[in-house]
């Protein structure tokens, strides 16, 4: 019986969805880095504590569209991974339907790309993040945590 894992095609399509998945979390976890490294900046160069404060609001918007992005890169990264189980199940199946689907993705429609994205939204890898800064933010703006 012979093993389609060690086809070379085989491999390289799971080594090529691989670098996709890998890229898609690389790219939400640059998405956290850099919504700190901007906080971190509009903090700094504030003249003083009051002025934070004043300009807390401004923090909403911007968490707001870096959670949206690290969302639709969490979406795009599940897709990816399904992609991936899909096809190894195919192969293991070892009747050759694998072939089929080599580089074949299905088509994607705007409601497929808002659901993927409403799963990332919801993810564990995005809420207690996210979650926390808008936490932290509202606090501040509320008076309830004095800088």
């Given amino acids: 019986m012979e ?3 060690e086809k070379s095609e085989v491999q ?4 090529y ?3 996709i998945i890998n890229r ?3 790219n939400s ?3 956290k880095n850099w919504l700190l490294a ?3 900046g509009c ?3 504030q003249p003083s504590v009051q002025a934070v404060v004043d300009k807390i609001w401004l923090a909403y918007p911007i968490v707001g569209l870096f959670c949206l992005l690290d969302s639709y890169y969490l979406g795009c990264e599940k897709y990816f991974r399904d992609v991936m189980g899909d096809f190894v199940k195919k192969v293991r199946m070892n009747d050759g339907e694998y072939v089929a689907s080599l580089y074949k993705f299905e088509k994607r429609t705007v409601g497929d790309d808002v659901e993927s994205v409403i ?4 993810s564990i890898a995005t809420w207690p993040f996210y979650g926390t800064i808008i936490a932290l933010a509202v606090l501040v703006d509320r008076g309830v945590i004095g800088l």
């Avoid at 799963?119 to 919801?122: A, K, L, V």
């Fill in 3 to 5: 093993n389609n894992f």
């Fill in 12 to 15: 390289h399509f799971i080594s």
């Fill in 17 to 19: 969805l691989e670098g």
């Fill in 24 to 26: 898609m979390a690389s």
């Fill in 29 to 31: 976890a640059n998405c």
């Fill in 38 to 40: 901007i906080i971190a």
């Fill in 43 to 45: 903090l700094a160069v």
């Fill in 119 to 122: 799963r990332g939204f919801f």
